[in-house]
């Protein structure tokens, strides 16, 4: 049912000279969704999301994405059908202010990116919308800032609002709230909120308290394979989760 | 080098001051002697060019009658650019009158229309390519020393004679190359010899030794070297290290200078042929001249041909202003009044300017001593044979010259 | 043994028992500022846990010790000696040994060169027949390529090469990270052994079940400061105070 | 077909020369992800130096196979030691950058004093002469050019692959600071290795030094062409650099049997045919 | 990793208008000089380079690629310039037009080559290819193997403009130059420009956004080549002349230096590091090969202290960009 998922993998691995990060894993994402990919460290996360994203190519396997098959495709190509990824460490362009960087993903869209011929005040006809992108994610007194200087939770808004710009209808988000304090957790988490309603977001994350709330299915993650899968109410349930989570010894 | 600097500095101050002098007195003659001077050509022309430059106008004795004559010296670093902006700058800027000695074709013949244009006198020694007195000859331009035409029938036609009737080329692949390998085996057909073979090798080529091979198995009597530079000491070199010359085959160097045999040393360069205009050791006069050349070079070296070609090309010149008694300035004037007169001086002996700005003189067929032969460490060569200038040069009437079909 | 947050009162501390004493410990990575003041100690024996979210600066004070981080300030003191400004070779060769969270297994070593890769230090540490014992797989598959091992292997292996060098205090960065239980078990017995050998072990950890097992003290990291400390007797005292931390 | 052997052979003694070029480039790449552009000039340095150990010294070809590597190797490790050390941390295009520089530097100074004509560098009596090997007449010199070069390959082969320095070197082209925190002195390995390298490319001058004339320039054009069988075999493995340089001096010689005048861009031409059916080189790392 | 160009300056409000005051002051300075007395071929010639010289910059500083073979554009398009013009007889107009229609040509095939691979293979690809084809023109037989198409006529452009004038010619070639600046700075600023920027500030980044990245660096790669034809076809007119020179890698790594020492990866730095390095070469001439111990020592001290170049350095200190 493309319909009814819009990303399904198949048997998806991934082997790293004899050592499996990713192995056999099947997942599939509801449209309009937010689907919490977890685990503890070393689990196979960030493999398993570069392999979405197709920044790593796959052992074995299948990715299916709105009924097509993306196993081979190209990172750019896969971006251009709406599936777009955000990056562990806040990816912007540096030296490029927040206007900028929200333009140039509006940009690609308009089909004039080859054009050195004109002037990039024809850029100009997309700063209404990306003021409003800014405005979404609370950035708007900062669209002059050059992003290098931007506080690290701005960052990450902005590389959001980078990524709605593509008007993307699949988010894909690797630790969105990586290495920031509980305020800016909040902030993003209720930014990912308002943007579920209109995007399927697939979040990879550490912590299963920062997705308790956020997510509406959570799949847990270790060793490379999918241990459970539910609503968090479900998973605090489940001992081999606790187990996981926080570790054996005590028996 | 410092000599140089200084020179050029001064010579760049002194022509702000000159300058206006220049046309009160109209006796006042700069002479640029523009040259590789730290390069591939800076032993065989170079600063010893710029030296043998000055040596001429000291011993023209025109100062004495009032003449003022100044040399400065430029780097063309074998860069046409390079070389046609130094020669620019110096008719522009320094009120040069005439440039000697420019080795390297392509810097030559690209000076040659910066000459013409500015109606300069132009007397190249250093370049080899006869292009200079065919097609793009120019009524400002005097050739003087060789050139591949020259080299070719002289070399070729004194082997063939000698009895090295099969030959196998091994030619650099590219223009100058590839004219040298012609004019040679038309020579060759000529006397009843026969070209059996031959492999084009690229320029700089480092390694000659699949192409020694080749020659070897042609099993043709001589094997004659359409190259230069580098490329002509390493395939010598090469060669007597698989044993070719041991093997009983003869290496003919189309082009080779005193400074090449000084480089390749006598032990491996001994039994070479070819062809130079020019000796220290031909006769008293020749010998006289080089000793105090060399007492003046800082490594103590014998002058080559080129840099003869430009004491004598020189002294030619300033005969010619001689005679006409000042204004320096028209080139072509000066030109026309130096093929007016036959050329004659201590290191060429009797000769002529043609029409076509060639200059004709004796070649001469040398070989290279055996070590055991060699009496001092510039004794390399005994002499083989001579051929005179008409025999050795572009007849007229085989020349491409515009000037010749007025 | 101080069982209060070492935050707050550093002057407590007893200079004698401490083989590491680290002040006002300041951390950046390029521009950005990662620790803004650590401070905490060690003693000579202890097995000390640093428990912390991730991205809060418990691989940093690691590496920070070891000296391979870009720019350091405070004080870091191994046997009294300040090594704030020394070299990670020169700090290696007082006899601090580091077992990184990635392993560092070289892939172009195999099994054996990886082991001996580490040059000893100084005298007493364990000899290869001990370390064999300790880990008999290793002994097995020798002759392999590094990075052929499976992850239990290769963390087996990254822990082997640091205890043959005879440095007495070593630092082990999430050592149970993506391994299977029955594998973690028998590297929470190996410490437990090397705590009985005399060596003296700071471990970062995120799976705290697998702490309490072995350590003697924790301290918590957030935001690049200790937070909170307390001994393992008052772990169960703590637990729901860490939850909140760690967001459990 | 004996003529086609004879080439063969003489292919094998030009890849000799590349080999060990590329090997000590390989090196260098592992150790300090430079492109060592310098890398023809420090050739060059040492033919220069063995020439000078024979005609102010009179130390032999022999003595100078050992000392010239060493001398050229000491002024390598203080280029390191001076200017290439300050670049670790930037981009890798500095490097080449700045090993461009000493390379036009190195040029110059011996342009400038020795002119660019060359000077003579005589065979070693032992190795003078001849044999007839049926096929083609090889020159002594040449077959202990192309033993000798394998014997140096294989040699530095061993010592990188199956030494415990090798082991270190390995370890920390991987991963030098874990290497440095383990208690090793990275830096000074660092500075070893390129001089390591450099020595290499100093051997690979004093071999040549009797075969070409000693040149200011016999390194500048050598190196674009060992840029291309780098780029050719890629920097994957030592035994990449080595089998790769060989075989293209095969593919050389034989190029010169078959089509002279492609001689000097056959290599380039392979260059591009590799590039367009495998990128990354034959064995090589993505760069 | 630091990049090439990371110390290069986010642009500012004010940047633009700093750039167009500097424009002006260049343009005029320019426009002046024949009426100053300065030697103007030496000013053409390094008007030629400094055009070389930013086409080059467009895609190190712009695209984070160092090319070290750009000297095959300026070469090819000046032989095949100097045939149209002498064998062809060509007018000027249209001879420059066939030089910038073979660069083009030898861009695309190079690059397309070449662009499969980045950071320093790709500078030792480019150095591969510039040498093969040193060696295709040295035995060509259009383009007279050493001793180059000499004697090269300067006509008349557009069948009125004079070109053996000096102060004609000076007028064309600063036109030339000006037009190719300025759109070289166009390509900078335009929504291509834009797309480049991000790709050099974070590539990943930008192949998430949907860029096929490869695409536009060899867009850039083919616009810097052609332009790079565009100087080496004017330059014909000044020098009369191509020869193997334009060709040689020394003469690509001039175009490095020239580079380097203006300030990668500004606007106005390739010019200013062309009139240094040609008024060197000019003014030190008769130092010898000395003047290649002074650019390897020019070499050595920007890339060890003065990695800004020195319009980078006036930009960082005047936090402007430049």
Known sequence: ?251 | MKKSIASLLLGTALAVTTAGAAFAQDKTVKIGALSDQSGLYADLGGPGSTLAAQMAVEDSGLAAKGWKIDIISGDHQNKPDIGTAIARQWFDVDKVDIIVDVPNSGVALAVNNVVKEKNGVYINSGAATSDLTNAQCSPNTVHWTYDTYMLAHTTGQALVKAGGDTWFFLTADYAFGAALERDTTAVITANGGKVVGGVKHPLNTPDFSSFLLQAQASKAKIIGLANAGGDTTNTIKQAAEFGIVKGGQKLAALLLFLTDVKAIGLETAQGLNFTETFYWDMNDQTRAFSKRFSEKMKNGAMPTMVQAGVYAGVRHYLKALDALGGNPHDGVKVVDKMKSMPTEDELFGKGEIQPNGRTIHNAYLFEVKKPSESKGPWDFYKLVGTVSGDQAFTPLSESKCALLKK | MPETAMAEAPAKAATGGNILQVRNLEAWYGESHILHGINFEVNAGEVVTLLGRNGAGKTTTLKSIMGIIGKRAGSIKFNNQDIIRATSDKIARMGIAFCPEERGIFSSLDVRENLLLPPVVRPGGLPLEQIFDLFPNLKERLNSQGTKLSGGEQQMLAIARILRTGASFLMLDEPTEGLAPVIIQQIGHTIARLKKEGFTILLVEQNFRFASTVADRYYVVEHGKIIDGFSNAELAANMDKLHTYLGV | MQALYAQLLVGLINGSFYALLSLGLAVIFGMLNIINFAHGALYMMGAFVAYFLLNLGGISYWWALLFAPIIVGIFGMILERTMLKFLTGLDHLYGLLLTFGIALIVQGVFQNFFGSSGLPYAIPDQLKGGMNLGFMFLPIYRGWVVIFSLVVCLATWFLIEKTRLGAYLRAATENPTLVRAFGINVPRMITLTYGLGVGLAALAGVLSAPINQVRPLMGADLIIVVFAVVVIGGMGSIMGSIITGFALGVIEGLTKYFYPEASNTVVFVLMVLVLLVKPTGLTGRAA | MTALTDDTLPVTPRAMRDEMIVFVVMALLLVAVPFSGIYPFFVMQALCFALLACAFNLLIGYGGLLSFGHAMFMGTAGYCSAHALKVWALPPELGILVGIVAAFGLSLITGFISIRRQGIYFSMITLALSQLLYFIYLQAPFTHGEDGIQGIPQGHMFGVLDLSKPTVLYYVVLVGFLAGFLLIYRIINSPFGEVLKSIRENEPRAISLGYRTDQYKFLAFVLSGTLAGFAGALKVFVAQNASLTDVHWTMSGEVVLMTLVGGLGTIFGPVVGAFAIIAMQQYLAGFGQWVTVIQGSIFVICVLTFRRGVVGEVAHYFRRSL
């Not at chain 1, 308009?110 to 990306?130: E, M, T």
């Not at chain 1, 900062?142 to 699949?170: H, Q, W």
């Not at chain 1, 799949?219 to 490379?224: A, K």
């Open chain 1, 1 to 251: 049912m493309a319909d009814e998922f819009i990303l399904e993998t198949e048997g998806l691995t991934k082997e790293f000279a004899g050592f499996f990060a990713v192995r056999d894993v099947a997942l599939k994402v509801r449209r309009g969704s937010i689907h919490a990919l977890i685990g503890p460290n070393g689990a196979g996360k960030t493999t398993c999301f570069n392999l979405l994203t197709k920044f790593l190519k796959p052992s074995a396997g299948k990715i299916l994405y709105k009924g097509q098959d993306i196993t081979s495709m190209a990172p750019a190509d896969v971006a251009r059908l709406g599936l777009v990824r955000s990056f562990q460490i806040s990816a912007v362009f540096p030296h490029m202010t927040a206007l900028e960087n929200v333009r140039v993903a509006l940009q690609r869209q308009h089909g004039s990116s080859f054009d050195f011929w004109r002037s990039k005040s024809v850029l100009n006809q997309f700063n209404d919308r990306a003021r409003e992108l800014l405005n979404d994610v609370g950035l708007s007194e900062f669209a002059n800032t050059p992003a290098v200087e931007m506080a690290y939770g701005r960052k990450r808004a902005l590389e959001i609002a980078t990524t709605l710009a593509l008007d993307p209808e699949m988010m894909l988000l690797d630790e969105p709230m990586a290495g920031m304090g509980h305020e800016d957790i909040d902030k993003i988490a209720a930014l990912i909120k308002r943007i579920s309603a209109k995007y399927t977001i697939l979040m990879v994350e550490h912590n299963l308290s920062v997705v308790a709330n956020l997510s509406d299915i959570i799949t847990v993650l270790t060793r490379g394979q999918v241990l459970a899968q539910g609503h968090y109410s479900e998973l605090t349930k489940d001992e081999r989760v606790k187990e996981a989570y926080l570790g054996a010894g005590h028996a």
